[in-house]
């Protein structure tokens, strides 16, 4: 079913003289900008009760720090920012996820995760790959869908380590070794748990319960006559849960799995439409898939039928692009 209203999206542009661009996405899949927020290298981005939060990943206050940033969006669905800004307490924040305003973030260099304003709890730890994992390198922190804990995925431990809400230590799970768990997406169902590991390409399923993980089966993502390198990058699963989604830096493609219990079976590979593919998102009703390819500085929109990506319909220019994400509120 077609969408009747424009879609609000917002477009993270990494860059010196970048900030957040605010686009509405028409029902033809046009992208029409409506706003922009200057901010100095943002990396990513999450909404939460008409406010928008994102990563810099500028120092702080001279610090070598990462910060945050939050903006009200107005009703019009433009950014106003509030004046409020936190350290992340750690080098390089590269993800951020909030709850009833509870605010929480990955520091990728320092291998921490902090509740701001300051509960924090740094990784110990390293794997196989001794250049990309010679130490903990936290990647993402998102929630466990019934809200109770927070997982934070890291690439050098290759572990999943899950937290209550005050970042107590509850439990850990781990992708195969040298493999670089980055981001990880749970089934609406909330049963399963799909972990992208950037450095092999490759996705880890498990079955979740209670704030424990069960490691299930991993599945490549590439092409097994693909020859060149490629790192995965984002992932992400549609709304009927039918379908999987990754994207492979340096293959420069988007690929699709089929999902059944737990089970992936691989779909397709389609090109990107621009050069690594840093992040991508699905409109709410998923009829569109849009994809930042950081590389090339340009943003891609391709039109979807039936979970299967269909066409590229339309391209933006966009400086150093890093993530896309939607407000559902129209």
């Not at 069960?214 to 699963?237: C, M, N, Q, V, W």
């Not at 691989?266 to 998923?286: E, K, S």
């Amino acid at each position: 079913m077609t969408h009747k209203q424009p879609y609000n999206m917002y477009i993270a542009s990494c860059h010196e003289e970048g900030g957040i661009y605010y686009y509405q996405l028409q029902s033809d899949g046009n992208m029409t900008l409506q706003s922009f927020s200057s901010l100095k290298s943002p990396m990513y981005m999450a909404i939460d009760k008409k406010k928008l939060y994102a990563i810099s990943r500028k120092p702080f206050d001279n610090r070598n720090e990462s910060a945050v940033f939050i903006y009200d969006i107005l009703n019009d669905n433009t950014l106003s920012p509030t004046g409020s800004s936190f350290s992340t307490l750690g080098e390089v924040a590269c993800h951020i996820s909030v709850q009833d305003e509870d605010i929480y973030c990955a520091n990728y260099i320092s291998g921490s995760v902090v509740k701001l304003p300051d509960k924090l709890v740094v990784h110990k730890g390293s794997s196989i790959n001794k250049a990309r994992q010679e130490a903990a390198h936290t990647h993402q922190v998102v929630f466990t869908p019934d809200y109770k804990y927070v997982c934070a995925v890291d690439l050098g431990m290759d572990k999943i380590l899950i937290y209550d809400r005050n970042l107590n230590y509850i439990s850990s799970a781990g992708v195969p070794e040298g493999h670089g768990a980055r981001h990880l997406v749970f089934s609406p169902c909330g049963k399963y748990a799909f972990c992208v590991n950037e450095l092999l390409s490759t996705v880890t399923v498990f079955s979740y319960t209670s704030g424990h993980l069960y490691e299930l089966e991993t599945y490549h993502a590439l092409p097994k006559d693909f020859k060149g390198e490629s790192t995965a990058a984002a992932i992400r699963i549609s709304n009927c849960v039918r379908f999987l989604y990754v994207s492979n830096r340096g293959h420069n493609s988007i690929t699709t799995f089929s999902v059944s219990n737990g089970k992936l079976t691989l779909i397709r590979h389609t090109d990107c439409g621009g050069v690594t593919p840093r992040d991508f998102n699905l409109t709410p009703d998923n009829q569109f898939l849009v994809c930042t390819n950081q590389d090339s500085n340009n943003v891609t929109c391709f039109s979807m039928e039936n979970g299967i990506i269909k066409n590229l319909v339309h391209e933006e220019t966009v400086k150093n692009p890093l993530c896309v994400i939607f407000d559902e509120v129209n």
